[in-house]
């Protein structure tokens, strides 16, 4: 099974910390990485993607991708409470999901 | 802000009756996606649509589905005789191509309900 896995949570998270939300995946062929947001009830939306190892940074949002380990993380700095979703890790197109962690940020 | 609309926004059916779901891509876009997601679970691929033929499909998408561009703006999944598994809500996608620098926008979503 080429899967995707992750913490459901919650992570929960002070407003102003940084979240980390981690993600591994089983295909060593996977070539590029998703992180989705998704507020309850609503289709997921893009943050970032990334494809090579190392990081990368938008904003208050860094990816992280190890491809030796198999292992793709999100770091959230200054969270805030709208930041409050859940995070979906997806590789490849078409895309393969995780099943989300659901992050929680206390005011 | 271009985006993907879907319709109806909520379906309900009757076990054994046919549905079909319409999604209106982004206007320019190429690629076409069907995703569901049952309440609680992850999101799943079910099939990728380009140059009026299907490009990819899972193993979920059996006979029992089938996609269709009836014209130039309109791109639908039906089911043809729902089950009670079928109950989810069902994203279409598009984007201006294949590949990963280029971002699937999703539409709101329908909620499919089989009783």
């Known amino acids: 099974q080429k899967e995707v896995e992750q913490n459901s949570g919650p992570l929960s998270v002070p407003e102003g910390a940084i979240a980390s939300l981690n993600c591994t995946y089983s295909?060593?062929?996977?070539?590029?990485f998703f992180w989705y947001r998704q507020y309850s009830g609503k289709s997921p939306e893009l943050i970032m993607f990334?494809?090579?190892?190392g990081d990368k940074e938008d904003g208050r949002f860094t990816a992280q991708l190890n491809k030796a380990s198999q292992y793709v993380s999100l770091l959230i700095r200054d969270s805030q409470p709208s930041d409050s979703a859940t995070y979906l890790c997806?590789?490849?197109?078409?895309?393969?999901f995780g099943k989300g962690t659901r992050l929680s940020v206390i005011a | 802000e271009p985006e993907v609309t879907q319709t109806p926004s909520h379906q309900v059916t009757q076990m054994g009756q046919e549905v079909i779901l319409r999604c209106v891509p982004i206007?320019?876009?190429?690629?076409f996606y069907w995703y569901r997601q049952i309440l609680g679970q992850k999101v799943e691929f079910l099939v990728s649509?380009?140059?009026?033929?299907?490009?990819?499909k899972s193993e979920i998408f059996d006979d029992q589905f089938s996609v269709e561009r009836p014209d130039g703006s309109n791109f639908t999944l039906k089911i043809r005789s729902t089950k009670l598994e079928d109950s989810a809500m069902y994203f279409c996608?598009?984007?201006?191509?294949?590949?990963?620098?280029?971002?699937?926008?999703f539409g709101p979503g329908t909620r499919l309900t089989v009783t």
């Open positions: 206007s320019n876009h190429l690629y």
């Open positions: 990334i494809y090579s190892n």
């Open positions: 997806a590789r490849d197109t078409p895309l393969v």
């Open positions: 295909d060593r062929g996977s070539q590029s």
């Open positions: 649509f380009y140059n009026n033929e299907i490009s990819e």
């Open positions: 996608a598009s984007s201006e191509a294949m590949g990963y620098s280029y971002e699937q926008y």
